[in-house]
């Protein structure tokens, strides 16, 4: 199977900046995009950024534009979030995601899971 594992999760003050990364692997890795998502207490899983590997299309959310950066090696074992300017309000678990045959916003899109990551933003 193919399994996920994010890292680089941890406390930060506001305005600060932070690294998430996404591990890949397993058997398949011929996956076409990842998306990560995030959750945060009394939230609703949202949407953060997505990147399509052929061409290496991006897509971010409105919250993120400008402050968050998507990206991904050319061997598709890992995937990278930069966080900066962060906010109190990015505090949540993040998610990262892949997709075999799509990407996009909706969750549905992504076919694998990793099981989180915590992102704190102090005040």
């Known amino acids: 199977q193919v399994q996920l594992v994010e890292s680089g999760g941890g406390l930060v003050q506001a305005g600060g900046s932070l690294g998430l990364s996404c591990a890949v692997s397993?058997?398949?890795?011929?996956?076409?995009?990842m998306g990560w998502f995030r959750q945060a207490p009394g939230k609703e899983r949202e949407f953060v950024a997505a990147?399509?590997?052929?061409?290496?299309?991006?897509f971010y959310a409105d919250s993120a534009k400008g402050r968050f950066t998507i990206s991904g090696d050319d061997g598709k074992s890992t995937g990278h979030l930069q966080m900066n300017s962060l906010k109190p309000e990015d505090t949540a678990v993040y998610y990262c995601?892949?997709?075999?045959?799509?990407?996009?916003?909706?969750?549905?899109?992504?076919?694998?899971w990793g099981q989180g990551t915590q992102v704190t933003v102090s005040s």
């Open positions: 995601a892949v997709a075999v045959s799509g990407y996009g916003e909706n969750s549905r899109d992504y076919d694998y």
């Open positions: 397993g058997r398949t890795r011929s996956w076409y995009g």
């Open positions: 990147i399509r590997w052929d061409g290496g299309r991006i």
